[in-house]
Each structure stands twice: as C-alpha cells, then as structure tokens.
C-alpha cells in the first residue's frame, strides 16, 4: 500500500517559518522524485517544490525561491519543505507528491504524480 501522510500546517504571522514533513511508505522512495504542490481556496493545485529523483537536484516555483527549500531523508523516508518568510498568498493546503516515472519536463506538473498524501493547512494572517 502507498501512502503518503503531511504534518506541520498550522496558522502563523505572515513573515515567520514553518516546516512541514511528509512520511512515505510503500514504494520506492529513495529513487523516486518528490514534490509540493499547493491549493488555495477557488484556485488551481499549482507546483510548489520537487527534488529530482536521487540526484539531490531541486526545482522551485518562482514564487517561493530563496524562501522555501525541500530536502529529503532516505533513512527515514520523509521529505521536508522548509518554509521561510511567509506570505499571505503562501496560505494553502500542502500535498507531497511522488512519482517513479516522471520525466523532468513534467516535473511541474500535478497529473504527472502517481502518489499523493491527504494534505496539510497553511494559514498565513498579514
């Protein structure tokens, strides 16, 4: 079974940090790409962060670079988004995602990710 669980969201101050984890199980993790989307209330889930496949290479949206990192621990199979100097417009729902067969030009791209977790709430109050 493939599992994929959030934990971390909570409310906070727009301009403080907040890192979210997310536990997988199930398949293979340590060569699979991993990734962060987000879906705010009446929009779109959009690309957040992904780390691409074993190599440690990452990939952000422009809109949280040089604010939020992604990183990942094989020994644990977990995958972090560490989320600095938050913003109003960074309040969502989290979901981590993963996939063993995606190629690079889809790496943004929400239906290209076979496994998803349930999501975790963000609130960013200004």
């Known amino acids: 079974q493939v599992q994929l669980v959030e934990s971390g969201g909570e409310s906070v101050q727009a301009g403080e940090s907040l890192r979210l984890s997310c536990a997988a199980s199930?398949?293979?993790?340590?060569?699979?790409?991993v990734a962060w989307f987000r879906q705010a209330p009446g929009k779109e889930r959009e690309f957040v962060a992904a780390?691409?496949?074993?190599?440690?290479?990452?990939y952000f949206a422009d809109s949280v670079k040089g604010r939020f990192t992604i990183s990942r621990d094989n020994a644990k199979n977990t995958v972090d988004l560490q989320m600095n100097s938050l913003k109003p417009e960074d309040a969502a729902v989290y979901y981590c995602?993963?996939?063993?067969?995606?190629?690079?030009?889809?790496?943004?791209?929400?239906?290209?990710?076979?496994?998803w977790g349930q999501g975790t709430q963000v609130t960013v109050s200004s």
């Open positions: 199930g398949f293979a993790f340590r060569t699979a790409t």
């Open positions: 995602a993963a996939s063993n067969a995606l190629i690079l030009s889809s790496l943004r791209t929400d239906q290209h990710y076979a496994y």
């Open positions: 780390l691409w496949r074993s190599t440690g290479r990452t």
